[in-house]
């Protein structure tokens, strides 16, 4: 018969049913959310090892996947593209009035769109303009579901051809880092006053980042869920 403890295991059961998923072999390609990071040596990193999931992490990740369920602009929702060996899942498209919707749950209203997600939202736009559809706005949608606040920025890109050589860039440099199993070189954002790299602060990559310049192989780490 159940206790308390019982409930509370089958409850931890059923999140990570739902939330775990196998790493799908790659191969030559590269997810666009991992060409938008700002360091190179995280995409390697993050494409390669499994993370670790904290109880609190589990938890905030279904509540943020079940608020991107949500059809907001009422049209196509979880788009799957792929151009030249990139492929993107685009959270929300308006065919009608050609507006791309990014949505991101967070535990903070931000002032202003992170850089990752402006790249993010730019390539997103690339990479439907790859596939036919034509976008004339692209926003990104805020929900913060500790405040209970919601908050929209408005987007605009650059050209797409500055936009594309810059994915092709990057997609090549993870490429030969992939092949060749060196990591690329990490890129810090900035020194805080005390003299903190701030983007490793935050990276869930961290303890493998500075283990060397060789990758570390697989089997062996977990990566700790990132902590914003």
Sequence with gaps: ???????????????????????????DKVWLTHLAFDCARRSILETTYLKGIRPRSIIRSWIG??????????????????????????????????????????TFTPREITPITFRQTEYEKWLLEKNGREVRKCFVLYIDFVNDAVRAFEVNPRDSQTIGNEIKERKSRILDARKWGILPPRTPFYLDSRGQLLSCS???????????????????????????
């Design 1 to 27: 018969m159940l206790g308390e403890m019982g409930i509370v295991e089958r409850f931890y059961s059923a999140l990570m049913r739902e939330e775990v998923k196998p790493l799908e072999p790659l191969g």
């Design 65 to 106: 996947r079940k608020l991107h369920e949500l059809n907001v602009l009422g049209k196509e929702m979880e788009i799957t593209l792929e151009h030249d060996g990139v492929v993107g899942r685009i959270d929300e498209y308006d065919p009608e009035n050609k507006i791309l919707l990014e949505k991101k749950t967070t």
């Design 202 to 228: 935050i990276c869930p990559t961290f303890h493998l980042c500075y283990l060397g310049e060789e990758a570390v192989p697989p089997e062996l780490v977990y990566l700790e869920e990132e902590e914003i």
